[in-house]
């Protein structure tokens, strides 16, 4: 079988790259639709060797369509997909829109692909910052089990979109410049306030709420809690994180504590489980000084594992260094591949509700 591809949100960072994902993966498409706005209607895009017409999407955009990989905002997710749906199409949304949703499976292939089994049309691809951290997690969790996880993320501007990395790029060469930089975009564009992320840390990503984290922390918690144990609100596993945007283009960092039920485990154990751990590379020799940044992690599918090592005090005690393309791994090959699962278990098919 050959299916009917629209991508939504064409034009964006993530858009961009959900299109080179799939022209490089094993889902036969037999046509393609590139969706955006009104403002880039009519401008072209490539996929494979074909130049195809952007279209605003709208709700008839999605007529015969059978599989839609969305990545244009929570809105415009909850405008649209459920239009797509009903026309038949299975989508797979990259916003946050619908992942705390109970009816909707939130996935990592590597992590809980048999939750993709029980799809009403959605299926949430969850945060970038999420998806690295339970990708190196999982196979712990399986083995020693899971106790507690305290978080400190590095991420980077293009986490925030093609707007985001672009005024990094001003900002950097004005301060270069002498001149003061202005910014518009970070931390979040409907803020009060807006920082210069160039040469400065923020430590604040997406708005806060009622106990003073930030909806990214929240995100981290409740959604590594669902992907894990099926649970968002569980107790069994105390999830905290502390999320805070650094000046790097591409490439989430984060600082991982993590407490293991087996209090006997070794690093060397772990590293073993994660050397052959699905979607990870371990880069883990402080001898030769391996570890893995931003920089070598970009373009790439993998989660990046090193600096595996005991706490000083806490038995059964780690801490882990983690990093991946959070435009790929933690966005546009994390929903691609949702899709070749969804065609190898023969899962792209309308929902009867
Ligand atoms: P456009 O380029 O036409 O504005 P990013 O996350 O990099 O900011 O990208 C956001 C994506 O979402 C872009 O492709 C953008 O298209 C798309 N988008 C924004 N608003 C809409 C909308 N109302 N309908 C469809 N696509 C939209
Ligand atoms: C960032 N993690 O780096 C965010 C972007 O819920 O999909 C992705 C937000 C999300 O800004």
Redesign the pocket.
């Known amino acids: 079988r050959e299916y009917n591809v629209a991508i ?8 961009n790259r959900m299109i080179a994902q799939l022209a490089q993966s094993s889902i036969p498409v037999k046509t393609i639709k590139l ?7 009519g401008q072209t895009l490539a996929f494979r060797d074909q130049s195809v017409v ?1 279209e ?2 709208t709700p008839s955009s999605f007529d015969g369509i059978d599989l839609v990989f969305a ?3 929570g809105s ?1 997710s909850k405008q ?1 997909l459920p239009e797509a749906v009903k026309r038949g199409a299975v989508c797979v949304d990259n916003s946050s829109a619908f992942r705390m949703d109970p009816t909707v499976p939130l996935v990592v292939p590597e992590v809980n692909p048999n939750d993709l089994a029980n799809h009403q049309g959605i299926i949430a691809n969850p945060n970038c910052s999420t998806i690295q951290m339970v990708v190196a997690l999982n196979p712990i969790y399986r083995q020693y089990g899971l106790k507690r996880v305290i978080v400190s993320t590095y991420q980077a501007a293009g986490g925030a ?3 985001a990395l672009d005024e990094l790029n001003i900002q950097s060469q004005a301060i270069l410049d002498g001149q003061t930089p202005e910014a518009h975009i970070l931390p979040v564009k409907s803020a009060a306030k807006h920082y210069p992320l160039a040469f400065n840390l923020i430590p604040q990503i997406d708005v806060f709420d009622e106990q003073d984290y930030t909806y990214e922390e929240w995100k981290m918690t409740h959604e590594t809690k669902k992907i894990l144990l099926g649970d968002p609100e569980t107790k069994a596993l105390a999830v905290s994180a502390t999320c805070v945007r650094v000046p790097v283009p591409i490439g989430h960092g984060e600082s991982v504590y993590f407490e293991t039920k087996d209090t006997n485990v070794t690093p060397a154990e772990l590293k073993a489980l994660l050397a052959s751990a699905p979607g990870v590379v371990l880069q883990d020799d402080p001898a030769q000084q391996i570890y893995p940044m931003p920089m070598n992690a970009v373009g790439q599918q993998e989660t990046y594992v090193g600096r595996i090592r005991a706490d000083l005090d806490q038995p059964g005690g780690f801490h882990a260094w983690v990093v991946a393309d959070n435009l790929l791994k933690g966005a546009a090959w994390n929903a691609i591949q949702i899709g070749e699962c969804l065609v190898e278990q023969d899962l792209v098919h309308a929902t009867i509700n």
């Open positions: 939504l949100g064409a034009t964006g960072a993530v858009g969706l955006a706005s009104k403002r880039s209607a952007i605003e999407a990545s244009a905002g415009v649209l979109g093609q707007s």
